[in-house]
């Protein structure tokens, strides 16, 4: 770490729970590839100060370890972006709905 200021700041928790992190993000697939069978899509998004987020999900059937199945949500896709001096102008409604268009866009060719 070459910040001292984080460094002053960073414990032994933040360790622990930084390598649990990355043990999850790369035990399992974080993303899945859509179905195509007409299986509704949801559209995740959100704006800040700085920027956009965008989240794509799609819910799948999944088998528990004893046989039952239930529904569950997975990860298809994701953006962001840095906001242009224009929209940071926005009211905070406007916002949101430059999120979400954004979001539509970014996503059209899979939804």
């Not at 700041?9 to 859509?34: C, D, G, N, Y």
Request: with cysteine.
């Amino acid at each position: 770490m070459q910040n001292h200021k984080l460094k002053d700041q960073w414990k032994p928790e933040h360790t622990k729970v930084f390598i649990e992190l990355k043990a999850v993000l790369t035990s399992k697939p974080v993303l899945r590839a859509p179905k195509w069978d007409g299986s509704k899509f949801i559209v995740i998004s959100d704006s800040c100060k700085e920027g956009f987020a965008a989240v794509l999900m799609q819910t799948f059937q999944v088998k528990r370890k004893d046989g039952t199945t239930k529904e569950k949500r997975f990860l298809i896709t994701f953006a962001s972006k840095q906001m242009s001096a224009a929209e940071r102008s926005y009211k905070p409604f406007l916002l949101e709905f430059a999120a979400l268009k954004y979001s539509l866009d970014k996503f059209s060719d899979i939804i």
